[in-house]
């Protein structure tokens, strides 16, 4: 007996009608090889918003301007310091070339003149971030326009490092920064210049050696010259712990006479503004009404379909407005002005502290780059509110250097061998967004590690987001709110008389950034 077989009921196509088929083929009549359908197929899942869905879940604030300002305070306390431009035994003796403080001249009781300038501007408390590149892009040198001390009064003592004495010779970074003495005066005069200060000291606690004033001869510097005479790009390239916080010299206390009245006072400026702009976002799907009424293989109903798409790439698009956007404004072919909102990864870019992540680095140098972006004069306790987007390859890098597999393959109760020590992941849930958080310890508090598709082929390896000092600010004002929102039939065939439907989804909102010292990017080198 013949078996009917699968080769029978294979490859039955149109050309088995009784009439003229249709030369539309609807593929195999008989075989439905086990085909299915859309909410079961295998789907290539779209790029994550990590930082969009952040931002708009966790920092939501409405503005009623599409140009909203911002506020900024930098607290004074900490920046009561400045570097010792020039020096002698007198105002008119003045040595700007050579760094060497004569130990005969500095006794107790001596007289002792020394010209001070800032790495700030006073109106703001603004300073110089990190640039690992030496790029200039904000960054002011010292003594430059605007950052003259305000803080000096008489009586106050001042505290002013040294390095050992190089004897007229070029200081290396290492020797320029190599702290081993100080001596002390107590401010007796203070003469005012355009951005500098000229301070008549007494000396309290003398030196008993020759010394170099702390700074001088550094970083591409001639010779003994003082840190003034960096190139501001230069100045942007010296660490702040280890080395510009052992060149300044800080008001340390203050010594008046008994029955003495009361000293002078100063004020200060703490405060600086910003703004951003309203952005607008907007995709469409347009499909004519046949198309919509017609049942289709696979997905039978085609504009369900895009329009879940489309909803996608509209997240995508302010997470890119979010990252990349630059503030300021364009023109349209037809003369229109378009406003540009601020993205995180520009505002850093421009603004922010700029690392480098080379093959070469280590957990050690990884390390160093924490201590200076989460120094506790500028960014201190907030290792909890800053989210680290990172792309692929420095995802696993971090893993590696933070003891991934080995460090934490160890017996229970062992410790790790790195500095840097991973503990555990967990899962976030921000609406239809899941994002995967990995907690890695260090010293300087939790790295919140999250994979980011939209760093990819961009140099950038992390991106260090303060999400204290980031809004999202969607347009909400007179009962009309311009958040995200999907308009049905902004075209129909009801309306227009035009056989299709057009639905826009849009968004007019801006991205604020503030504070651009707490937030960090570290570069492909």
């Known amino acids: 007996m013949d078996f009917k077989t699968l080769s029978d009921y294979t490859g039955l196509t149109e050309g088995y009608a009784s009439s003229q088929g249709s030369s539309l083929s609807t593929g195999d009549l008989r075989r439905s090889y086990g085909f299915i359908p859309i909410p079961k197929a295998s789907e290539v899942g779209p790029s994550a918003t990590p930082l969009f869905a952040m931002i708009n879940r966790l920092k939501r604030n409405p503005t009623d301007d599409p140009q909203p300002k911002f506020l900024e305070h930098r607290n004074v306390n900490h920046r009561r310091y400045a570097y010792v431009v020039a020096h002698g035994?007198?105002?008119?003796?003045?040595s700007t070339t050579d760094a060497t403080v004569t130990y005969t001249n500095v006794d107790?009781?001596?007289?002792?003149?020394?010209?001070?300038?800032?790495?700030?501007?006073?109106?703001?408390?603004i300073g110089v971030v990190y640039d690992a590149e030496?790029?200039?892009?904000?960054?002011?040198?010292?003594?430059?326009s605007g950052t003259r001390p305000e803080f000096f009064v008489v009586g106050q003592i001042l505290k002013v490092p040294c390095v050992a004495a190089a004897g007229g010779a070029a200081n290396t970074d290492a020797a320029a920064f190599n702290t081993i003495d100080y001596f002390t005066g107590r401010i007796e005069q203070i003469v005012?210049?355009?951005?500098?200060?000229?301070?008549?000291?007494?000396?309290?606690?003398?030196?008993t050696a020759n010394r170099d004033l702390a700074g001088w001869g550094s970083a591409n510097n001639t010779a003994d010259y003082p840190i003034s005479s960096l190139a501001a790009g230069d100045l942007a390239k010296l660490r702040i712990f280890d080395q510009l916080e052992r060149a300044r010299c800080y008001v340390v206390s203050t010594a008046y006479a008994r029955g003495s009245g009361f000293p002078e006072s100063w004020n200060d400026n703490p405060f600086s503004t910003g703004y951003s702009n309203t952005e607008i976002f907007k995709t469409t799907l347009a499909m004519d009404n046949t198309t919509r009424a017609t049942v289709m293989k696979i997905a039978p109903d085609e504009f369900a379909r895009a329009w879940r798409n489309k909803v996608i790439q509209h997240n995508q698009d302010c997470e890119g407005g979010c990252l990349w956007s630059h503030l300021g404004t364009s023109t349209d072919i037809k003369g229109r002005t378009i406003y540009h909102t601020?993205?995180?990864?520009?505002?850093?870019l421009n603004y922010g502290n700029i690392f480098t992540l080379g093959t070469?680095?280590?957990a050690d140098d990884f390390l160093d780059d924490m201590a200076t972006y989460m120094d506790e004069r500028y960014n201190a306790g907030n290792d909890k509110a800053t989210l680290w987007l990172a792309d692929k390859a420095t995802m696993n890098w971090v893993m590696k250097v933070s003891g991934y597999g080995a460090n934490n393959a160890a017996a229970a109760g062992a410790v790790g061998s790195m500095s840097m020590k991973y503990v555990e992941w967990r899962d976030i849930k921000l609406g239809a967004e899941m994002l995967r958080n990995h907690v890695i310890w260090t010293p300087y508090g939790d790295m919140n590690l999250v994979r980011c598709p939209s760093l990819d082929g961009t140099g950038i390896c992390i991106l260090a987001v303060n999400l204290n000092e980031v809004e999202y600010r969607p347009l909400v004002g007179n009962g009309i709110n311009r958040d995200t929102a999907v308009y049905v039939g902004v075209q129909s065939l009801e309306s227009t008389g035009i056989d299709g439907?057009?639905?826009?989804?849009?968004?007019?909102?801006?991205?604020?950034?503030?504070?651009?010292?707490?937030?960090a990017a570290w570069k492909r080198a």
């Open 89 to 94: 035994t007198s105002i008119g003796g003045y």
């Open 108 to 125: 107790a009781g001596d007289e002792y003149w020394l010209r001070m300038a800032a790495d700030y501007k006073s109106a703001g408390n």
């Open 134 to 144: 030496g790029n200039t892009r904000s960054a002011f040198a010292v003594a430059a």
């Open 192 to 207: 005012l210049n355009t951005n500098t200060v000229d301070l008549r000291l007494i000396v309290k606690k003398p030196l």
């Open 342 to 348: 601020q993205g995180i990864a520009d505002y850093t």
């Open 360 to 362: 070469s680095k280590t």
């Open 501 to 519: 439907q057009v639905d826009l989804i849009q968004t007019e909102a801006a991205f604020v950034c503030k504070s651009p010292e707490k937030h």
